[in-house]
């Protein structure tokens, strides 16, 4: 046992108002937000789906989940054309950038 034991005070309950809370709408409502997560993973021969999304709108807030599983060959052939995409902007980028690179004719006075 400790040298300091535990005091505990006994308090009477505290009263709480039962009333519904009155949800008051904005007068106007020019902010939106939207908001979308989803995260896929495999393991074995299936792959899980979930997802989570939200939206405020016209002072309404929103919210929706899932999840489910597909066919491993599904989440293969997505993670296949996700790289693609990523490797065609990346190569987008560096063709862009390719004007800072010396040119590949070269000089007059190599040529001779």
Do not use: C
């Not at 046992?1 to 007068?27: F, G, H, L, N, W």
């Amino acid at each position: 046992m400790s040298k300091y034991p535990v005091k505990r005070v006994q308090r009477a309950p505290r009263d709480v108002e039962t009333d519904a809370v009155e949800v008051i709408r904005p007068a106007n409502s020019f902010f939106t937000f939207s908001y979308s997560h989803t995260e896929i993973s495999a393991a074995g021969g299936k792959a899980r789906v979930k997802s989570r999304q939200m939206r405020l709108e016209d002072g309404k807030l929103t919210t929706e989940t899932f999840e489910g599983d597909v066919d491993r060959s599904i989440y293969e052939r997505m993670m296949g054309d996700a790289q693609q995409y990523f490797l065609n902007q990346t190569a987008l980028f560096a063709k862009s950038l390719s004007w800072l690179l010396p040119s590949s004719r070269g000089t007059r006075s190599d040529r001779d």
